[in-house]
């Protein structure tokens, strides 16, 4: 087993360390599962409870806010897997 060691931003790793962290960990699972579902029933016009104009926005952003925090520390970590190791 490889262990990797990355290097992120001062502001990064407060907001990794900050309550937000716990909040988006929260809805990471609803952007992976119920957004896309609502999103899903709500074209083949399934999910017709009258309030679909607040419901499509909400699934959106979940995803949106979700992707928007992941994608730098995925990145990241890519990146460090990615680099060409010297021989051990």
Partial sequence: ME???IQIGATRARLARSPV???IAALQGVSVT???LFL???GRGGYSFGS???ILPLCF???YLVAIFHFPFSNRVIEELRRPRGPA
């Fill in 52 to 54: 679909e104009w607040v």
């Fill in 40 to 42: 899903y029933w709500s």
């Fill in 61 to 63: 952003g979940v995803m």
């Fill in 3 to 5: 262990s990797v060691t």
């Fill in 21 to 23: 962290y716990w909040i």
């Fill in 34 to 36: 119920f957004a896309p």
